[in-house]
Every structure is written in C-alpha cells, then in structure tokens.
C-alpha cells in the first residue's frame, strides 16, 4: 500500500513569491493534516481537512491556506513569502474519525531567499 | 490547551543499553498519547500510540511506553538500544477538542555509541 506522498521534495522562492505544495494522502483516508517543522520552532499544526472541507486551523496568517480536492488531495498555498516560512512542511493523512493516528508523508523543504 | 514536554533534547546511549526517553503531558482530559521518529530528511514514522485500555503500549522496532494518568507521563523505553536508532523522537498529544490536531513536545535527538 502506497503511503502518503508530497510534491515537490524541494522548492526554491524568493520573499514575496507564491508556493504550492501538494499532498496525496493514503487510499482510504479522508483526512488531512498539514504540519510546518521549522529550525528553532519545532512542530506545528497548520490545517486539517476533511471530506473537502477546513475543519481546524493552527495559529498561522491567512496567507496560510489550502484546500482538499474531491479525490482527497491537498494543496498547501503560502502566499507572500517571507524569510521565516522557510521549513520543512509534512502532510499527514488518517481514516476519518478522531482516534486514528495520522500518517506522515516525507515532507517538502521549502526554501525563501 | 493541551502542552507536551519532552526532558532532554539530546540522550546519548550506548549500543546494547536502556533507552529512556520522557514526556509529560497537559491537559484538562486525559488525551491520545503518541510517539513517532524522524530520521534525517524523513517524514515522521509512528512508534506506538495510547488511547484506551491496557497502559503498557508496545510499539514498532522494540519500543514500548507506559501511560501513567497520575504523573502525566508517557515515557518511551527500548531495552536494548541499537545503531539504527539513531533519530529525532516526538512524543505528541491529540485531544478531540481541539480539532484532531497533533501537539507535539520539542523533539528528543537520540544517539547511539558503538
């Protein structure tokens, strides 16, 4: 069984460029996280999704969003980059319903110059 | 709000050794208790989980945990340490209440001596 994946492995912007990043989750689950692992700041919760819809939100700008797409996949757009969005950002998928543990895809590094 | 506190960001073990690595917990209810693994360049990879019945929870490559309701723990042990487990360990707590998220301690950089 494939596992969550992530596009790109990489990405490279410039402070106040636009980023896209996409997310596949496992075949079965409906649910998806999205979490940014910077240097110095550890892990954080940014969005959940579910059955296309945002159910939570961590404590990030509006410049943070995303959406789900009919076949479960997700994308995460941070608009207006500045230096300090630079992390590594992981999506995670799980069943639908709270007592599942969530599943992590290999994260894509993103990097503002 | 839910926090979690992992005590010492590096442990460094001996090959063949005990590995102990502690988190304590905050939160108004008792939460779901996980922990997961990075190694360099990876996503995360879970170990074990709790979230009811029997306390004792054994996990992935050797590694169990306890949850202990009166202190607020869940310790992560491996009897016997070996050179593979060389990694970052995050202990994580998720609480319905709060969306399903995943708070997670700082992270515990494990590593091993031949």
């Known amino acids: 069984e494939a596992g969550v994946t992530q596009s790109p492995t990489h990405l490279i912007k410039t402070r106040g460029q636009q980023a896209t990043l996409r997310c596949s989750p496992i075949s079965g689950h409906t649910s998806v996280y999205w979490y940014q692992q910077a240097l110095g700041l550890g892990l954080q919760f940014l969005l959940w999704y579910d059955e296309g819809e945002e159910r939570n939100r961590g404590n990030f700008p509006p410049r943070f969003s995303g959406r789900q797409f009919p076949n479960y996949s997700s994308e995460l757009n941070v608009n207006a980059l500045e230096l300090e969005d630079s992390a590594l950002y992981l999506c995670?998928?799980?069943?639908?319903?709270?007592?599942?543990?969530?599943?992590f895809g290999p994260g894509t590094r993103l990097t503002v110059t | 709000a839910q926090s979690v506190t992992q005590l010492g960001s590096h442990v460094s073990v001996s090959e063949g050794a005990l590995v102990l690595l502690r988190c304590n917990y905050s939160?108004?209810?008792?939460?779901?208790l996980f922990w997961y693994v990075q190694y360099p360049n990876q996503g995360l990879q879970l170990l074990l989980k709790y979230t009811t019945g029997a306390t004792l929870v054994k996990g992935i490559n050797g590694f169990e945990a306890e949850f202990k309701k009166s202190e607020t723990s869940f310790h992560l042990t491996k009897p016997s340490a070996h050179m593979s487990d060389a990694a970052e360990y995050f202990c994580?707590?998720?609480?319905?209440?709060?969306?399903?998220?995943?708070?997670f301690g700082g992270g515990t950089r494990v590593l091993v001596k031949p």
């Open positions: 939160s108004s209810v008792p939460p779901y």
């Open positions: 994580a707590v998720s609480l319905k209440a709060a969306g399903n998220k995943l708070t």
């Open positions: 995670a998928s799980s069943p639908r319903g709270y007592s599942y543990e969530q599943y």
